[in-house]
């Protein structure tokens, strides 16, 4: 066997894609490549060769991710990643990744994101569980609100909602930490004004919500079906997603999708953790959480500049050694931050704390508390109190949170 890894040109990505479709199981249609290699970086788009047949793929995009502060840094996001199944366990991902992990250190972006399909796969290069997601559903038919805001629901087509989310979006994602960037043709896809290969168009709604003054401040798309037993309604909304950058578009977007009639129990998948939804309902029983799951997970390669790009709630110094196998982020850091910003630098301090770079990983966006990662194992404490010190410094207000899947 000829096994290799490099990046691709725009001749080989009709079968780079046909590649990734058996791995992900699905069927690539005629004329995805075309359309692909509009969305790809070729220098960031590798793949595995078996001679000339394309066996593995991987590739990263760059996009800002909002950090706490909030702030953002520039981030690769990995994606597309698989390996045919003739060809597994044979390390042909670990040469991709790492390759590309090489190529990210030199292009100096200081910290990589993904999602992973399956847990266990991304330990292995030093990517940290990072941001989790949740599952909801509301049973309807006993859901009141506890005091309703004012302002407007309406019903808008999607080359409305083309022309108006992105900029609500925006205003979101840059208060939201965990959230990343958004460009034209992921929203050209996502609200089908674009033909896409083998995209199919659901059947749904979209609205846009304006404040009491006039000022737009809120979407949510959502889709509904219809089912009915002994004539009383058994059929459930699906909400795909919902963006406030307010608390009254929040309160009035959630109860509009509650108040929808004929349906008797509304679903929302991907949200955040911390979902206040709850507290607006006279009786939150009717508002359960039915999953919750790491969603993002994130690598850092450059620890002073992804501890530096960040802002933590209170000011404090800490001395940090990271261990990582592959030696992108191993040294001795000295953090100094606080709720305005921070430094972070190569220093010979002893260390306060000693941790894995997947544990700075997941540490980093304040999806998980240093005691936790202390208690099982993954930090470890060189000065009394450094952990609790750290805990507080970490920690956000409110969960992180991506709603976009990559
Ligand atoms: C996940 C996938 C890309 C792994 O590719 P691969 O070439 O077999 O991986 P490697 O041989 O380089 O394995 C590297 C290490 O990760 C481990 N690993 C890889 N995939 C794993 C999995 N699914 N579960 C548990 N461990 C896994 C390997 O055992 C190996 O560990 P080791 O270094 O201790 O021996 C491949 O199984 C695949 O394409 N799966 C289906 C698509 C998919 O899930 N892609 C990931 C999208 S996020």
Redesign the pocket.
Known sequence: MDLRVRTVEASEIDAWTRCMGV??LYSVPDGYGEYFLGDVDLHRTWAAFDGEQVV?TLRSFATPFTVPGPTEVGVAALTN???APT????????EMITSELRASAEREEAVGI?????Y??YG?FGYGAAIEAAAYSVDLAPTRFVSPRSGSVELVDLVTLRREAPGLYERFRARQPGSIGRDARWWDRALYQVEVPGAKRPEGYQALYRSSAGALEGYVRYRATQSSDHMRPTGEVTVDELVATTPGAYERLWRYCCEIDLVATLRAGDRTVDEPLGWLLEDARTLRQTGRYDFVWVRVLDVAGALAARCYAVDGHLVIEVSDDLGFAQGRYALDGGPSGATCTRTDETADLSMSVDAVGSLYAGGVSAHILRDIGRIDEHRAGAVDRAAVMFQTSTAPWCSTWF
Request: charged residues 20%.
């Open positions: 791995g992900f593995g990643v698989t390996v060809h597994r366990r044979r390390g042909l991902l670990t993904l999602i992973a399909s399956e266990p796969i292995h």
